[in-house]
């Protein structure tokens, strides 16, 4: 075994393809300070065995660009190289065989004109002609990639290697990390069976070993093996070299051509978990066992759809493990928990078709101290500690290797591993006969059936069986008043004599105010781009209440313990001591006169304040803030007296015909009003000025705050897109997300969020339009404006101020 250096700038763990591809991309940008180990050779994990598809459509446009830039490096690396690659682009099929699975084809063809890709909706016709191998009896149509294609995963591995090396870079095979070193805030480097090296980042990407790894210096990177299948025939006269990749989804199978045969892989929808108790330091370029029977019905399906298996030897049946996580989505990024690891891991059988990019933009990530476009879906910080829990993954994974081949129906809930955090509420609200959904592990009630109906969801690309249940609700809130269960908020506490000039450099809005009052802010990043959307109570001199999305809570709360670091300031993360009830609508202060002493008027209890009042026989913290654009009051309550107060409230509000609400109907409700919602509306991307905020946005307050020049820089050279509503003309289609925008017959930008907006009578959604030479009012007014609904444009109306109650009168009276 050679020597390995003492010291480095960077140490990658793992020599897969992303382990290769973030050695190789380091180098590209001129870090030759590389070190990657290996703890046996490269590719030995699960890249050897990776089916090599290169697919570039994915769920949003920067996930897209990362596959794309992985198809355009495969197509010159042999060249730059001289290794082999076995790469060619030789397109793919997707095939629809219901009018379901069409929708979703031509919905997924419309999104990638935003993302400036080519995929074509092709009739029956053109599949056949495509790949004239198959049986299209049932095929409705489908679609086609052209720039699509497959590659070898070794050889790439291999050419990314060279291309590592040749720009610097020092490869160790056989060097098994033991020991991630760190000083408690950041790492320091690694401990290995060859000796330590010190470095300034590290980088996990170690595959399924990754989870162990990271868990030693607690870090949360949940992910777990599950075995993949397939099969490669015998040759076959029939299939040529040209033959496109195809995926037959509700088959739950793809088909590739390799080397005169074919390769039949499958993602079925009950997969079998591997590696739950440890997987052994000397797995290497080994297979699973395999069930037969499990890949069984894979099979018949793809005889009755390819003709030509029935006669074909099987030259080989193949089971390895690969890693999955709980939301299919990767693990990408700087970990919470510990500055300067990195992770890259949990790639969900998309790993060698993901690399390029991922090894792109986590080495500009390492050089710039940020990532260099939106990635809060890969996002590792995304995760909860909750979630590394053994038991949750192995339930899981089983649901989420199917996942990936199944109706990707909007709503659709996951159905493994529920149950885990539930509000004090829940019991209640199943009585009220809610229909859950569950969001970083929480159960929230979506909707409410009925007496008499099932509360379960029936998918669709079109009006879901909630869908009148959901306009009831939102229809209560404008008109009565609604309950919604809100307790999925994540709350911190910041306090210590720095508390409020830190607090105040984070926060763009001035949170210097009096005490009881509240303040609606955006955090920013020096670049101006929205970093967390949140309230914040000031409680007293040097004491805050934050309040945040649940979905982000991890995220958000290391991103202020990093800020408020070596300052005298502590942050507390205490959001399982309360429960959140929103008491929302215009006859909200009549009910609540009913069970509390307190006065709600206007001029004692203004918008924007909040005070602990009594309620039955609690007292709790309410807040006068609305995410539904009507009068209310959000009840942050002790988790103790949280029952008592849900008693308390649905008993008087029998009186008032009291309705429960659940997230289904919040939502269209604040797509109405034009509200944001961070990860979809606005990120870390976008900044308040493009985004509508401004107002939000406390220019001259003392001392400035994080992201100041850069908006006052942006103020004075304009912006070129701008955050805008749309109401559909015709109230019959749905809006979801990524729906392109037509501006005079141009595109001009995407729908980030979507929904039904009950009130106003067509689908709402708000999107930004951009234009290089600069977006302003009058260049909204003037435009023509189309959304683009599974290839068709419907008329579209465009403003810059809420449809629904523009003054936001509703919300003072």
């Given at each position: 075994?050679?020597?390995?250096p003492s010291e480095a700038r960077v140490v990658i763990v793992g020599g897969g393809v992303v382990g290769c591809s973030i050695a190789y991309h380091l180098t590209r940008i001129g870090w030759q300070d590389v070190v990657l180990l290996e703890r046996q050779q490269l590719t030995c994990g699960t890249t050897w065995h990776a089916a090599g598809l290169i697919g570039q459509l994915r769920a949003s446009q920067n996930l897209t660009r990362l596959a794309k830039y992985t198809a355009e490096l495969y197509t010159h690396l042999e060249a730059e190289t001289g ?649 019959e289609p749905l809006l979801y997300h990524t729906e392109p925008i037509w501006r005079n017959g141009e595109l001009a930008g995407y729908i980030a969020s979507g929904m039904y907006g009950h009130t106003l009578g067509g689908a709402v959604g708000l999107g930004y339009v951009s234009n290089e030479t600069g977006v302003d009012p009058a260049y909204i007014r003037e435009g023509e404006y189309e959304i683009e609904v599974a290839g068709e444009r419907i008329p579209a109306t465009a403003s810059l101020r809420p449809m629904y109650d523009p003054k936001s009168e509703?919300?003072?009276?």
């Open positions: 075994m050679p020597d390995i290794q082999a690659t076995g790469f060619k682009q030789n397109g793919s099929v997707t095939i629809a065989t219901n009018s379901e699975r069409f929708e979703e084809l031509k919905r997924n063809a419309s999104m990638a004109k935003v993302f400036d890709l080519q995929v074509d909706v092709i009739d029956r016709n053109d599949v056949e002609r495509l790949y004239p191998l198959i049986n299209t009896e049932d095929v409705l149509g489908g679609t086609w990639i052209p720039s699509d294609g497959q590659g070898n995963p070794i050889d790439i591995t291999q050419a990314l290697a060279k291309g590592a090396r040749n720009g610097g870079a020092q490869i160790f095979e056989n060097t098994r990390v033991t020991r991630i070193l760190h000083d408690t805030n950041r790492v320091t480097g690694v401990e290995t069976e060859g000796g330590t090296i010190q470095a300034d980042y590290v980088v996990l990407a170690a595959g399924m070993w990754t989870r162990e790894l990271a868990a030693s210096v607690g870090v949360t990177v949940p992910l777990h093996a599950c075995e993949h299948f397939y099969l490669i025939t015998e040759p076959i006269e029939e299939v040529t070299p040209n033959l496109p990749v195809l995926r037959d989804y509700d088959a739950w199978a793809y088909y590739k051509e390799d080397t005169g045969k074919i390769l039949l892989g499958a993602f079925e929808p009950e997969a079998i978990p591997w590696g739950g108790d440890g997987i052994p330091d000397d797995f290497s370029f080994d297979e699973l066992p395999g069930d037969f029977e499990h890949f069984q019905p894979v099979l018949e399906q793809a005889v009755r759809r390819m003709p030509v298996l029935e006669t074909a030897g099987i030259q080989k049946f193949f089971c390895g493990p690969e890693s999955f996580t709980p939301d299919d989505r990767y693990h990408i990024g700087e970990a919470a928990e510990l500055d300067n690891l990195f992770i890259a891991a949990g790639f969900n059988s998309i790993g060698f078709q993901s690399a390029g990019g991922v090894g792109k933009v986590l080495s500009e990530w390492m050089r710039d101290g940020h990532p260099p476009a939106d990635l809060w879906e890969v996002d590792v910080r995304r995760n909860l500690p909750f979630q590394n829990n053994r038991k949750y993954l192995h339930d899981r994974v089983t649901e989420g290797l199917g996942l990936l081949y199944a109706m990707h129906w909007p709503y659709r809930q996951l159905a493994t591993s529920r149950g885990a955090r539930r509000s004090p509420f829940h019991d209640r609200l199943t009585a009220a006969n809610a229909g859950f959904g569950e969001l970083a592990g929480w159960e929230r009630a979506n909707w409410f059936a009925p007496p008499g109906v099932e509360p379960e969801y029936k998918y669709s690309w079109f009006r879901q069986n909630w869908f009148d249940y959901s306009a009831a609700e939102h229809q209560a809130i404008r008109e009565n008043v609604g309950v919604l269960d809100q307790s999925s908020f994540a709350e911190f506490l910041v306090q210590g004599s720095d508390s409020t000039a830190l607090m105040n450099q984070i926060c763009a809005n001035d949170i210097d105010v009096p005490v009881g009052r509240l303040v609606y802010t955006q955090w920013l990043n020096n670049r101006g781009g929205i970093e967390a959307d949140v309230t914040v109570c000031r409680l007293a001199e040097h004491e805050y209440q934050v309040v945040t999305p649940a979905a982000s809570q991890t995220r958000d709360f290391h991103y202020l313990r990093r800020l408020l670091r070596s300052h005298a300031a502590t942050v507390t993360d205490v959001s399982s001591g309360y429960a959140v009830l929103s008491v929302m609508g215009p006859n909200s202060r009549h009910l609540l006169n009913d069970v509390s002493p307190a006065d709600l008027s206007n001029e004692a209890f203004p918008f924007g304040t909040f005070q602990d009042i009594e309620v039955g026989y609690a007292t709790v913290r309410a807040m006068r803030v609305t995410y539904v654009g009507e009068l209310g009051w959000e009840l942050h309550i002790p988790a103790e007296f949280a029952l008592h107060i849900y008693d308390t409230l649905t008993e008087a509000g029998q009186t008032y015909s009291l309705s429960h609400v659940g997230m289904h109907a919040m939502n269209s409700l604040r797509i109405e009003k034009a509200y944001r919602h961070w990860g979809h509306d606005i990120t870390d991307e976008d900044t308040p000025i493009e985004a509508g905020l401004n107002f939000a946005v406390a220019y001259d307050k003392p001392g400035g705050f994080i992201g100041r020049d850069a908006l006052l820089s942006q103020k004075e050279r304009g912006v070129t897109r701008r955050l805008v509503q749309f109401l559909l003309n015709d109230p509703r919300i003072r009276r």
